[in-house]
C-alpha cells in the first residue's frame, strides 16, 4: 500500500475519535469558550515536535499562513451558521462538495491531473460518505439534492465549502516549502490567536476558558490531542500526493465516527450502513491500487 495511503487512512481513524471528544465536549461547553480552550491546548501539544519545527521562515510564507487561517476562520462562521439553521440530514450529505471544489481548484492552480480510474474511485467514496450520512433522513435519502434551492441558508454553506477549498490548495502550496510541523504550528498560533481576541471582546474572555476546562477539560485535552495527531498525518499524505486524491479519501473518518461510536452496530437501518461501508471501502482501493 502506498505511503500517503497510510497517513490519510491514521488521519481518518484519529479524526473520527477526535470528533467523538468533540461532540462530548460540546455537551457543556458554548461554541465560542470550547474553540477557544481546544484550540490553546491544541497549540501546547503540538510544541512535542518541537524539534521537528522551523520557528523562523520567511515572512511571506508567515503572511500567507495567516491569511489562511483567517479564511478557515470566515469558512467555519459560514458552515456552522448552515448546521444551525439547517437540519443535518440535509448539511451532512452535502458536505460532500467540498472535494468536488477541490478537485476544480487543484486542477486548474496545481495543475494536478487524475486518471480515470482515480476519478471513479473518488466518485464511489462520495456516493458512499454521501448514502452513509443521508441515513439520518430515512425517509428519502436523495432529499438533500432536491432540496438544495430551497434551503434559504444553502449559499452560506457553499461558501463555506469553497473557502475551505481555496484553504486546502493554500496548504498544498505552502507543504512544498515549509515541513508539515512547520504548518500546523504557525496555523495554530494564528488560529488561537483569533479565537482568544473573539472570546475577549464579545464573551466571557479568559473566564470562559477556564469555565471549559473546569467542566469539559477531559474531553477538550483527548479531542486537542487526537486532532493533533490526524492533522499531521493528514498533512504528511498531503505533502506526499495530489491533494485531489488525499481529501476525499480523508472521508473515511465519517464511517470511522459510525463504527466507533457505536452506530453502525444498532439494529436500525443495518443494511444502509453495510452498503454504504462497502462503497466507500471500493472507492479507497480503486483509488490506492
Given at each position: 500500500?502506498?505511503?500517503?495511503?497510510?497517513?490519510?487512512?491514521?488521519?481518518?481513524?484519529?479524526?473520527?475519535?477526535?470528533?467523538l471528544f468533540k461532540k462530548k465536549a460540546l455537551k457543556d461547553e458554548h461554541?465560542?469558550?470550547?474553540?477557544?480552550?481546544?484550540?490553546?491546548?491544541?497549540?501546547?501539544?503540538?510544541?512535542?515536535?518541537?524539534?521537528?519545527?522551523?520557528?523562523?521562515?520567511?515572512?511571506?510564507?508567515?503572511?500567507f499562513i495567516f491569511l489562511m487561517s483567517l479564511t478557515a476562520a470566515v469558512?467555519?462562521?459560514?458552515?456552522?451558521?448552515?448546521?444551525?439553521?439547517?437540519?443535518?440530514?440535509?448539511?451532512?450529505?452535502?458536505?460532500?462538495?467540498?472535494?468536488?471544489?477541490?478537485?476544480?481548484?487543484?486542477?486548474?492552480?496545481?495543475?494536478?491531473?487524475?486518471?480515470?480510474?482515480?476519478?471513479?474511485?473518488?466518485?464511489?467514496?462520495?456516493?458512499?460518505?454521501?448514502?452513509?450520512?443521508?441515513?439520518?433522513?430515512?425517509?428519502?435519502?436523495?432529499?438533500?439534492?432536491?432540496?438544495?434551492?430551497?434551503?434559504?441558508?444553502?449559499?452560506?454553506?457553499?461558501?463555506?465549502?469553497?473557502?475551505?477549498?481555496?484553504?486546502?490548495?493554500?496548504?498544498?502550496?505552502?507543504?512544498?516549502?515549509?515541513?508539515?510541523?512547520?504548518?500546523?504550528?504557525?496555523?495554530?498560533?494564528?488560529?488561537?490567536?483569533?479565537?482568544?481576541?473573539?472570546?475577549?471582546?464579545?464573551?466571557?474572555?479568559?473566564?470562559?476558558?477556564?469555565?471549559?476546562?473546569?467542566?469539559?477539560?477531559?474531553?477538550?485535552?483527548?479531542?486537542?490531542?487526537?486532532?493533533?495527531?490526524?492533522?499531521?498525518?493528514?498533512?504528511?499524505?498531503?505533502?506526499?500526493?495530489?491533494?485531489?486524491?488525499?481529501?476525499?479519501?480523508?472521508?473515511?473518518?465519517?464511517?470511522?465516527?459510525?463504527?466507533?461510536?457505536?452506530?453502525?452496530?444498532?439494529?436500525?437501518?443495518?443494511?444502509?450502513?453495510?452498503?454504504?461501508?462497502?462503497?466507500?471501502?471500493?472507492?479507497?482501493?480503486?483509488?490506492?491500487?
Amino acid at each position: 500500500m502506498k505511503a500517503w495511503v497510510i497517513f490519510i487512512l491514521v488521519s481518518s481513524v484519529f479524526g473520527a475519535i477526535s470528533l467523538l471528544f468533540k461532540k462530548k465536549a460540546l455537551k457543556d461547553e458554548h461554541t465560542s469558550e470550547y474553540l477557544t480552550a481546544f484550540k490553546l491546548l491544541e497549540l501546547l501539544l503540538v510544541l512535542v515536535f518541537a524539534p521537528f519545527i522551523v520557528f523562523r521562515i520567511p515572512g511571506m510564507y508567515v503572511a500567507f499562513i495567516f491569511l489562511m487561517s483567517l479564511t478557515a476562520a470566515v469558512a467555519l462562521t459560514f458552515i456552522s451558521r448552515s448546521y444551525k439553521h439547517v437540519n443535518l440530514s440535509v448539511v451532512a450529505p452535502l458536505s460532500n462538495l467540498m472535494p468536488v471544489f477541490i478537485l476544480v481548484l487543484a486542477f486548474f492552480l496545481l495543475g494536478e491531473h487524475v486518471s480515470s480510474k482515480q476519478m471513479f474511485g473518488i466518485g464511489l467514496l462520495l456516493f458512499g460518505t454521501y448514502y452513509l450520512e443521508s441515513e439520518h433522513h430515512a425517509g428519502h435519502w436523495f432529499s438533500p439534492v432536491l432540496n438544495f434551492f430551497r434551503i434559504k441558508n444553502i449559499w452560506f454553506l457553499l461558501l463555506g465549502f469553497l473557502l475551505s477549498a481555496v484553504i486546502v490548495v493554500g496548504e498544498k502550496m505552502i507543504l512544498t516549502v515549509v515541513s508539515p510541523f512547520t504548518l500546523i504550528f504557525y496555523h495554530y498560533c494564528f488560529q488561537t490567536f483569533c479565537f482568544i481576541m473573539i472570546t475577549l471582546f464579545f464573551y466571557g474572555g479568559f473566564k470562559d476558558i477556564f469555565h471549559a476546562y473546569r467542566t469539559s477539560g477531559k474531553w477538550i485535552l483527548g479531542n486537542a490531542f487526537f486532532a493533533n495527531l490526524s492533522n499531521l498525518a493528514y498533512f504528511m499524505a498531503v505533502s506526499m500526493t495530489f491533494v485531489s486524491l488525499a481529501t476525499p479519501v480523508k472521508k473515511l473518518s465519517t464511517l470511522f465516527a459510525v463504527l466507533l461510536g457505536g452506530g453502525f452496530l444498532r439494529e436500525k437501518r443495518i443494511f444502509h450502513k453495510v452498503l454504504a461501508c462497502g462503497i466507500m471501502l471500493a472507492g479507497v482501493f480503486v483509488i490506492a491500487v
